[in-house]
Structure formats: structure tokens, C-alpha cells
């Protein structure tokens, strides 16, 4: 493997530790928990996971442990920093027993169902600390939630003499890490499962987590590229970027890098639904401040678009939702192709025909037409960005007519989601996540299961970082999936209260108006603590530092 | 203005210079030189400023100039360093006179004419030092050719008592650095015009240029998200990422970005044209390395796409030429939009109706319907990298029903440009653009005119690079522009016989079957001088280093 130079000087560095956990440890317990919401429920449902207490790790006595082995599953899309939670899992098993072994499930959770591992050696975790990717042993979205996978898995684990698991995900993978914690602890199978809050959209969080790992670097190098843009954009002077960030549920990354950079617009997805938006609305928005620049002789700026936010205006979800009804019928599927779109107009409501009609041609018609294999219709292959570009495009023409627009507008589109998942975790990415890791073993030390691994704290330095674990079911309600009441972990959106979108809204007028760009440039690793070593301006917000 | 805390630490930051700039200089001059051909046409047309002696500065007396004002113009495309040019030519008139003023003309070469302009203070060039964009007094497109605008620019000069003008820009610029400093020579009106060579394409550079400044960064910011996408098509193994890479004329970025990256395939346009490739040749070759992948179960790779390439592929140029043709008759202006297929279908050689047909309907239209301001069609428009990545699934579909292939193929499309040619600018770069600055003021105060500003040795640490001049009439010959011969630097393509390209083709069947990603990462500024002062692939290569 030809290593580039910065992954070389990147191999050296020693991701920093909580003060806590560079010795040995006892955990400090605090009194029973409750969950989020349905407590009955909840209770119900996980009766041997259920009420544990929050832990937290002091300084304790050496412990030397018999060999203990651990299985590691990394779940879902990429994120920064998953390498060191592995790297972190391992070194610190191996400061309690170094006969314990460290193994990988391959390509996710389907890796665990169907028996596919690597055995993950110091030669092979030495090649991987500190860079990005998931490549070590790969990621899947394969569900945890069948009886029959937790049977099958539990095999496996006889097999290799594993005797607790490690799971890195989201929201939904940390709930099925905690449905399956509660299913081995009731079928006493002797396995513990502990999670690890993973994901770059930064919607895993709570009082007990406080940014799920990846959010950072993520949120770092899609700043460094609007920042470019924008410095691009206020040389040329001649261009509105219309820039789309990943995240389908949450806006917490463009709000993140509209906090970083200061473009001219940034758009919520939570405050569009919230404010039942309509689509013209939120083109009226956009057109709005782009004519005022014009006045001022600025027609150049940036604009920030979550990937989801079309399915955030009221108005839209209705159509879809209704799009996703009608053309599942069986009339549907006898209409050719040619005459789909008459069929669609014919069969929805006045309401949503209006809004379907006020689509650009090709948006309306990649409704009516392209399907996912599901049969629904596919919301992710709309490019928002050029969508709304033209809808834009379209208002200040007729302003123009009107005369009340003067000034010249010419876009260009961006979108950026894989070009951050992969990154080289930043200095807290590869700290944080290397001490979820390590921290983890601790968990597994103390006997705990349906815990997740948690670390806060994290404005303050690496060594006053508070390191311990919360049961899982804390964090859960019951919600309605697929017309079934489920216990799941909350999903965090923007808070529209909250310190970091209030921040936001406190300036966004001003930052319409006139050009008060930052230039982030790109993450460093090794030069002075306050470029290399910054919380999101998300975290440091919320904590009011 | 606001800063991110890497432009405060930046700021601080001294770019290095060559030895000789440290202190006082003499310009040491070679032989008479002559044009790189066309010789006697150039000479005739350059009476005053062909056959100079190139330069080189070594270690001198000290001089203490008078007072000696300097206007400066940023021409064209943002590059990375732009601001360190401006920087070091402030400190090096400085060095001088302390009382040499610098004025800035706004938004390019436009700015001269029409008197646009402001001084550029201490103040102001601190504001500015070790970063991206063209923003201190804007870029602009204007092309200085005519006479009118040679005497409307010196009415300005003479009133700020400005005696050389610095122009840094690309070769078409840089061509008219000269005709504008032989303009001046021949009607004695003292003032120097010198030039530097920007742009981040690459592509002015000969014998007595090493590299344009900006290539460096833009390469790098490119091949550190190139890197990261190739991380994650590594770690989620389901996309083939096809990758567009600014550059219209030649395929130097894509290239070093190759030569950075490994990726699964890298086109270049200079060979496309030369092995006079169909389109369909291009989509087969990328459709056989796919299918090569996916035999060993990879169904994941990347592509690589120089933005010009359809332009360099000879059946689409003779089909772009007629089309020009055709849509600008007479009869074309009566054909009703919806007949305009049609129309060019009927009006077009069976060669080229055999192209038109070939391609995806969306293409064809486009090609068919869209013109620019001067009728003719738009090449830039065309999303190459969804062309191809839609042509290769056809192909694959193709083979897939006739048994010669068995994989899954998923695109992903991204197109890299404005996201690199304002990046803050590395060490590289940083010192490159001060020295070329700095070294400009020393051509100004040997009388020098019709110069460009050159660094050389710049694989050697900062101290041994050599400082100098080389006039720019060398760099000529004469070629046809708008049914004219004129005089022009001749444009830098990449070489087939060049070490960089042998490289490349050394290596590209392995980098195609195997999986030998490099990931180069972020710039960085402050860590090690490997990893933060390497000069780019193809420089090393060229010189052998």
C-alpha cells in the first residue's frame, strides 16, 4: 500500500486520552435511569437492559483480566474516525490482558449474520491509525433486528470465544445494538454489546452524547471548500453557488459550515417545516436577498441546501406522499410511460396537482416517472440545488419585467457529502473516537452491556475529558415505523431554540446583505492548538464556551 | 472582516525567498535570444523588446532607487498565490523606496482603462498575505489589445507617476504583457510592463518556465478530495466515482491529480486527440476496465476527466464545427425550436449524423439547442462526466445481455474547479508567488521591459531556487487566432514523451485492475517539511527529482 506522505507523519501521532483512562479505572455509578419517553414500554420491552445507571470512570486499582476476546462491526455510511475507534478498542483490551483478540465482521452487520471475519492484528491496526475510511474491514446496512441473525451471530461468537461486541452506527444501528444486548442478557449467552454513536450528520445527540464522532471533519472539509468557493466567489464577483450538503434528516451540517463560513444564505430544513414553508416561499427567500445584493452592485454569493429539504416543505411531502399512493395503484401500472405524467395529473388532489404544476418540467416529470425499487419515488435524485437555481432564476426574471429587479444572476451547483465521509479524522475526530474506542474496553471490563461508550466534555482538553457510559434505553421513546410502535433512540434535529441556530439567526440578515465570508482553508494536524485542535462551532455553542 | 483562525496563524507566516533576493542583486545577462520560432515574424512585430539577454539575479552592490511607482492587474482565472505576488512585489519596491507607492487596478485589465483603481497600502497588503483568492482589487477577463486602450491606460499611469506595470496572468496575458510593454518602448513613454505567469491549468510553461503558480494548490486541493472519495468508494465498495476536473485546454491537472492519487483511470485529452479516439473507443475503454474489476467482485473504482476532453476527441470536434455552421445560416434562424433536431439531422454530413446519433438524447439536444451569445454551441455546458458514466452503463448493459459481463455498475459525478483555484496557498506556492513578486521589483528597478518573472530550481529548497528574467518574446511563435496569425506564447499541453505522462502509463494497467489509492490529504502548513514543502508529482518528474 503506497502511503501518501501525510498518511506517514499521520501513522506517528498518539491520539490523546481523558486523564481517567491513562491509568487503570473503577466506574463511578450513578442512581437508576429512566428512558427519554414511554417509560412503561421501554421497560417493558428491554427487561434486563432497562434502568442501569450512567457510569462514569475514576481513577481505580490495576486490573489484570483473563484474555477476553471482542468482536468490532462498523454500521452504515462513512465517517471520520471509525479506524480509531477500532485502533482505541484495541489497545485498550490489550492493556488488560494482551492475550485478548480483536475481531473484525466484514462489510458491516451482514459480516456477524453470515460469519465473515478477519482476525485484526497489531500489524493491521498499526496500518490504519488515524486515517479516514471504513476500509479495515469495510461497512454494510444490513439490520440487526431478526431473531434468526441474533442466532446465527451468536454462533459465530462461540466459535471465536467472543465475548463481547462492539457496535459503531447511528441511531438505528445503536438501537438494534441494544435490542440484541437485551436478547443475548435474556437468553444469558454470556455476550455483551456496547455501541458507539457514529455518523456525520451530527442527529445523535443528547443530554448524554454530546456529537456523534465524524460530524467534525465532515463539517471541516465541506468548510474549507464553501470557504474557497466563497473567496472565489467574491474575486470573480459574477456567481450565486448554490451549494447542497449530505444529510437526508438533520440540517445540523449546513447550519455547522453556515457557522463556520458565513455565506449569504443557509437553509434549515427544521425551520422550513416548522414555518410550513412552501416551496415558493423559500424561492421568494432566496430571490429576495439575491435582488438586494443587486441593488448594492453585488450579484455573487453563496447559498447552503440540506440534502433533505425538499422533504421538509409541508406542501411537497404531501405531493409525494400522494404520488407514492397513486402510482402504486394497480390502474398505475398498466399507464405507458409516455402518458404516466397526464395519469399523475388526473389522479392527485386539486392541492398537490397545483404544486406538482408549479415543479420545473424536469422535476415534475422525475416524480411522476423514476421509482426506487420499493416503488416509491425517489426524492434523493432531485438536485435541490439546480431546482431551486432555477426557480430563482425564473422569480427574478419576472421581477425583472416588473422592474423590480436589476442586476444579473448566473449559478453555479455543487453538492458535496463524499467528499468529507472519508477524511482523515482532525485531531479531535481521531481523539474522540480513538477514546470511545479505548474507553469502550472499559465498558466491557466492568461487565456492562446495552451501554454506549461516552465521552463529554470535549470543548475542554483531551485530558479533561470525562470518559463513561450510558445505557441505551435511556436515550429511547417509541416511535411509529412502518405502521409499528418501535422503541428507538431519538433523532436529533436543529432545535430551532437551541444556542447554534439562534446564533445563526441572530446574524443571517446581516450576512445576506453584505459579504462577511471566512475562509476556514483546510484541517491541520500540526500546527498551533487553536488551528488544529477546535470543537465544531455547533459544540462550542451548545456548551456555551 | 472576520477570520478563521487559520488565516490568523497564516498571516504570520514569512514565505521564503531565493538567496539571491536576500540581499542587493546585479542581473547577470546571457546571449541575445530568439523566438521559439517564427523568428522573423516575431522580430518584426516585437522591433524593440525581441533578442534580450534572459537574466539571472546574483548577490550585487546595494542600490537606493528614487521614489518609483508600480501599478499591478490581476488578468483572468483566480489562481491560488495571487495575493503573495502582490505581497512581494509591495516589499520588494519597498526594499527600494520606501516611498514607491503600489497602485492595484480593479477587476483586471479593464481597471487600466477605465481608470479604476487604488493604492495599495501596508495596511491593506497585510490583510492579504498567504491567501487565496483574487480579492484584494478583483480579476477580470478584459483582453488589452487595442491602442486605444494602450493610450487610455497610460493617461492613468502618467497621472499616479506609474513607471512599470506588473500583469500577472495566463499566456494570452502574458502575450499581451509584450505588445503592450513594445507598445510603450516604441513611443518611449517609460513605463516597463512586466509579466508572471499565472494559472492553475498548467499549461504556460516551456524551458524557461518551470510551473504557473496556483497549479500546485488547485492540484492539491483536488487530489485531497479526490483521495478522500477514493477512501470512501474503498470502504462502501458499491460506486464507480467519475470525477471532472477543471482545465479546457490541456490535461495537466488531471494528470498530476493521477499522479497524486492512483485512481482506477485518468483520461487525458493530449492522447485522446493524438490516437485519434471515437467516443465510443473512450466508453469501451472505461467499460473494460470496469468489467476487469468486477470479475475480481470489485465493483468500485475511480475515473478521472479532464473538462475539455470531448473537445479533444476529433469525431465530436468535426461534429461541433459543422454544427456551428449549420446553426448559423440564414435558414437555421427560421427553424421553430421544436423542428431543431429535426433541422440538424437533415443539414448535417452522414459522418457526423452518425456521431450525432450516437449520442445519449439529452447530449444530442443539448448540442442541437443550446447556444451561447455568439451562436455557437456550448461545449462548456455538457456534464462530460455523466455522458461518459451513462454511455459506460449502456455498454455494460449490452454486455451484461450477452454474457461478457456480470457486476453491478452505480455512478457517482463530481466536477472539481472553483473548490481549488481560491485555496489559501501552500508553502509551495506561498514562497513561489512572493519570490515571482519580489523578483518582479528587481526587473523593474534594472530597467527591464517586456520581461517575464521567473523562479527556477523550485524542487531545491526555497534558498537555492535561481531568480530572473526571461523576455517574454522568446517564449513566441505565431499562430492562427480568428483567422489571423498572430504572435503567441505557445499554450503547454501535456507531452506523450514527457516523464510525467511515461509515468503515468507505466503504471495506469495496474492502478486500473489492482486497488492502489494514494490518499494525500488536507494541505498542510506547519508539520513536517515533507509532508508541507513537496513540490507536485509532475515537476518532480519532469526534473528527474
Known amino acids: 500500500m503506497e502511503k501518501s506522505f501525510l498518511q506517514i507523519a499521520r501513522a506517528a501521532y498518539q491520539p490523546k486520552l481523558p486523564k481517567a483512562l491513562q491509568g487503570p479505572v473503577k466506574a463511578k455509578e450513578g442512581a437508576p435511569t429512566q428512558s427519554v419517553g414511554n417509560q412503561e414500554e421501554i421497560k417493558a420491552e428491554f427487561p434486563n437492559t432497562y434502568g442501569m445507571p450512567v457510569i462514569e470512570f475514576v481513577e481505580g486499582e490495576a486490573q489484570q483480566l483473563p484474555p477476553y476476546n471482542v468482536g468490532v462491526i462498523l454500521s452504515g455510511g462513512q465517517a471520520p474516525g471509525g479506524h480509531n475507534v477500532i485502533s482505541g478498542l484495541f489497545d485498550g483490551i490489550k492493556t488488560l490482558n494482551p492475550d485478548s483478540k480483536l475481531y473484525g465482521f466484514i462489510l458491516g ?19 490504519y491509525r488515524n ?12 439490520k440487526l433486528e431478526e431473531i434468526e441473525q441474533f442466532e446465527k451471530g451468536i454462533e459465530i461468537l462461540r466459535k471465536l470465544d467472543i465475548k463481547a461486541l462492539v457496535i459503531i452506527g447511528g441511531d ?96 434549515v430544513s427544521e425551520e422550513v417545516e416548522q414555518k410550513a414553508m412552501s416551496l415558493d416561499e423559500v424561492v421568494t427567500y432566496i430571490a429576495t436577498a439575491v435582488a438586494k445584493r443587486a441593488e448594492q452592485g453585488n450579484n455573487f454569493g453563496t447559498v447552503l441546501i440540506p ?46 396537482l397545483a404544486v406538482f404544476n408549479s415543479l420545473p418540467a424536469e422535476v415534475a416529470a422525475q416524480l411522476a416517472l423514476d421509482r426506487d425499487p420499493h416503488g416509491n419515488v425517489q426524492v434523493s435524485l432531485i438536485e435541490t440545488e439546480k431546482l431551486l437555481s432555477k426557480m430563482v432564476a425564473d422569480k427574478l426574471a419576472a421581477w425583472k419585467a416588473e422592474g423590480k429587479y436589476v442586476g444579473k444572476f448566473a449559478a453555479q451547483h455543487h453538492f458535496f457529502g463524499y467528499e468529507g465521509r472519508c477524511a482523515a479524522p482532525s485531531n479531535y475526530d481521531a481523539d474522540y473516537c480513538y477514546s470511545l474506542g479505548f474507553n469502550a474496553s472499559r465498558l466491557i471490563a466492568n461487565g456492562k452491556t446495552g451501554y454506549m461508550s461516552i465521552i463529554k466534555n470535549t470543548t475542554a482538553p483531551a485530558a479533561e475529558w470525562i470518559a463513561g457510559g450510558v445505557p441505551i434505553t435511556m436515550m429511547m421513546n417509541m416511535e411509529r415505523r412502518n405502521g409499528k410502535n418501535k422503541p428507538v433512540i431519538r433523532k436529533a ?53
Not at 486515517?131 to 446496512?141: E, V
Not at 452524547?209 to 466563497?230: H, M, P, R, V
Request: hydrophobic fraction near 35%; charge should be negative; charged fraction near 25%.
Open 109 to 127: 452487520p451482514g459480516g456477524l449474520v453470515d460469519h465473515n471475519y478477519m482476525e485484526l492484528t497489531a500489524d493491521i491496526i498499526d496500518e
Open 307 to 352: 440534502e433533505g429539504l425538499i422533504e421538509f416543505i409541508p406542501a411537497i411531502k404531501k405531493l409525494i406522499a400522494e404520488l407514492n399512493d397513486v402510482l402504486a395503484t394497480d390502474e398505475a401500472k398498466t399507464v405507458e410511460r409516455s402518458e404516466q405524467i397526464d395519469f399523475v395529473r388526473r389522479s392527485i388532489s386539486a392541492e398537490n
Open 493 to 545: 434535529l436543529v432545535e430551532l431554540d437551541g444556542a447554534p441556530f439562534r446564533y445563526f439567526a441572530a446574524h443571517r440578515d446581516e450576512w445576506a446583505e453584505k459579504t462577511e465570508y471566512v475562509y476556514p482553508g483546510p484541517i491541520q494536524y500540526f500546527g498551533p492548538t487553536e488551528v488544529c485542535d477546535q470543537p465544531t462551532c455547533t459544540l462550542k455553542l451548545e456548551q456555551n464556551k
Open 172 to 267: 438505528d444501528s445503536n438501537t438494534n445494538a441494544c435490542v440484541l444486548a437485551e436478547y443475548y442478557a435474556a437468553k444469558k449467552y454470556g455476550v455483551q454489546v456496547i455501541g458507539c454513536p457514529k455518523t456525520i450528520d451530527g442527529d445523535l445527540k443528547n443530554e448524554q452524547i454530546e456529537t456523534s464522532f465524524g460530524f467534525d471533519t465532515a463539517c471541516k472539509t465541506y468548510s474549507e471548500l464553501i470557504g474557497n468557493i466563497q473567496r472565489d466567489c467574491n474575486s470573480a464577483r459574477k456567481y450565486w453557488h448554490f451549494i447542497k450538503l449530505m444529510g437526508r434528516s438533520a440540517s445540523h451540517i449546513a447550519l455547522e459550515c453556515a457557522l463556520q463560513c458565513q455565506p449569504n444564505i443557509c437553509l
Open 131 to 142: 486515517t479516514g475510511g471504513f476500509d479495515i474491514i469495510g461497512s454494510g446496512r444490513t
